[in-house]
């Protein structure tokens, strides 16, 4: 199953995209669509997962672990950068001509810190402020699932620790859903994907993939509920 989720992971980021385009344009023919649009995310972020713990995987085998992080992030920010520095050119212009506009949040957003620091109609998407997030936490997510001998508790572990975040950041004072709770409820599927991702190299006993395939699912079952 492990070497099969592996093969097909850019199949399951192409559904997971379909699933959050039918979030976000057909909101007025569907019942509850940010249903598809959540569980969209979770796919992709799990697929996402999968992929950066091959990478980490592959750094470390070429080079020390600690050596191979520079080449990680560059290798990440030159597929993510470049196009994004494009689009958001465009989208920066249309934006200005439409009024309230800034340079400045223009290269808020180009830093990957829009979300963070700007108001609601400035920043151009939460997933790509998330995108830098992912990418720090990653090689620290690396290092505690392949360097456990238990790595499918460590994962288990993890998960409390960001439900327990959840909780704490899930509301405001003004009792809004906040922008931390957006970003630190999808480190859970990140955190799953990264483990499937470990368990495709090592070939995992029957525990392990029982454990970590009930469990993931259980998450699963309870998001799309």
């Not at 931390?180 to 525990?207: D, H, Q, W």
Request: aromatic share 22%; net charge positive.
């Amino acid at each position: 199953m492990f070497q099969l989720t592996s093969k097909h992971r850019n199949t399951i980021m192409g559904v997971s995209a379909v699933l959050i385009l039918v979030h976000h344009y057909f909101t007025n023919i569907l019942d509850k669509p940010y249903k598809f649009g959540a569980i969209g995310v979770d796919f992709f972020m799990f697929a996402m997962g999968l992929g950066l713990y091959f990478s980490l995987y592959n750094g470390e085998k070429e080079k020390s672990f600690l050596k191979s992080i520079p080449s990680f992030y560059i290798r990440r920010l030159k597929k993510i950068f470049p196009p994004f520095a494009a689009f958001l050119v465009f989208w920066g212009m249309w934006m200005y001509s439409k009024g309230g506009f800034t340079v400045k949040a223009f290269f808020l957003n180009l830093s990957f810190t829009g979300y963070w620091t700007l108001s609601y109609n400035q920043y151009f998407n939460w997933f790509v402020s998330g995108i830098l997030l992912f990418y720090i936490l990653s090689p620290f997510f690396y290092l505690l699932i392949k360097k456990s001998k238990y790595n499918f508790l460590s994962t288990i572990s993890l998960f409390v620790i960001i439900s327990i975040l959840t909780y704490v950041f899930r509301k405001d004072e003004n009792g809004q859903i906040t922008r931390t709770l957006i970003m630190i409820v999808r480190l859970i599927p990140l955190a799953f994907g990264m483990l499937f991702g470990a368990y495709c190299k090592e070939s995992p006993n029957k525990t392990k993939k029982y454990v970590s395939i009930s469990f993931f699912s259980v998450l699963f079952i309870i998001g799309a509920a």
